[in-house]
């Protein structure tokens, strides 16, 4: 019953800005990780940000610090990841996933970590 669901994707010119969006269901009672992972074409998916939904641990990429931000409203069960000064190789198919395994949470949810519900995904084009 685990359902994530990403918007916010687009195309965007470089220096721009997107804020994607995660709303997820079925991990609400219990702890978990949450976040967001990436991959462009001929290239290995790569940990973007992710967070603890309790703890609020949080991890980020070397080449997002700075530049990206999770936050997320309780309310709507919605993860967000602000995306300012976008670069061209920040172009990528962006997916928010999850993990709840004893693991995955007590290691901060590093996205080292096998990460198991996925959602579908939403495009992030950054042109130069």
């Known amino acids: 019953q685990v359902q994530l669901v990403e918007s916010g994707g687009g195309s965007v010119q470089a220096g721009g800005s997107l804020r994607l969006s995660c709303t997820a269901s079925?991990?609400?009672?219990?702890?978990?990780?949450i976040g967001w992972f990436r991959q462009a074409p001929g290239k290995e998916r790569e940990g973007v940000a992710t967070s603890h939904n309790q703890r609020g641990s949080t991890y980020y990429a070397d080449s997002v610090k700075g530049r990206f931000t999770l936050s997320q409203d309780n309310a709507k069960n919605t993860l967000y990841l602000q995306m300012n000064s976008l670069k061209p190789e920040d172009t990528a198919m962006y997916y928010c996933?999850?993990?709840?395994?004893?693991?995955?949470?007590?290691?901060?949810?590093?996205?080292?970590?096998?990460?198991?519900?996925w959602g579908q995904g939403t495009q992030v084009t950054v042109s130069s």
């Open positions: 079925g991990l609400i009672s219990s702890n978990y990780c």
């Open positions: 996933a999850a993990d709840r395994s004893y693991r995955t949470v007590s290691f901060g949810c590093s996205p080292k970590y096998n990460y198991n519900y």
